[in-house]
């Protein structure tokens, strides 16, 4: 059973950092693409970030490069997200999810998941509220 399970929200000030866990089971990600999304409240849920698993190859949405950063632990099947800089437009619900995609078309889903609502997305997790406000 594929489960994902966020961790790592809270409350921080403008200017402050917070690291994400996005831990998978039930899957390998070499076969699956995870995708970062947050909606912010009274906005539609936006893809900002996707990380090829295949490859490792990570993908930003321009609103967050720079300041976001995707890294992975392939023995602990787990996603991070080190989000550095953060702004009160960065509050929303943090959400990771994965679908399974060949190989070869990772890199291609990654950037059209960018921007994107996801709904067709399979696996999400839960969610973790990040709220920047000082």
């Known amino acids: 059973q594929v489960q994902l399970a966020e961790s790592g929200g809270g409350l921080v000030q403008p200017g402050g950092s917070l690291r994400l866990s996005c831990v998978a089971s039930g899957f390998t990600m070499d076969d699956y693409v995870i995708i970062w999304f947050r909606q912010a409240p009274g906005t539609e849920r936006e893809g900002f970030s996707c990380l090829s698993g295949s490859d490792g190859r990570s993908y930003y949405l321009d609103s967050v490069k720079g300041r976001f950063t995707v890294s992975r632990d392939i023995a602990k099947n787990a996603v991070y997200l080190q989000m550095n800089s953060l702004e009160p437009e960065d509050t929303g619900v943090y959400y990771c999810?994965?679908?399974?995609?060949?190989?070869?078309?990772?890199?291609?889903?990654?950037?059209?998941?960018?921007?994107?609502?996801?709904?067709?997305?399979?696996?999400w997790g839960k969610g973790t509220l990040v709220t920047v406000s000082s």
């Open positions: 999810a994965a679908d399974q995609i060949s190989r070869t078309m990772q890199d291609l889903i990654c950037e059209a998941a960018l921007a994107a609502t996801g709904s067709a997305v399979e696996f």
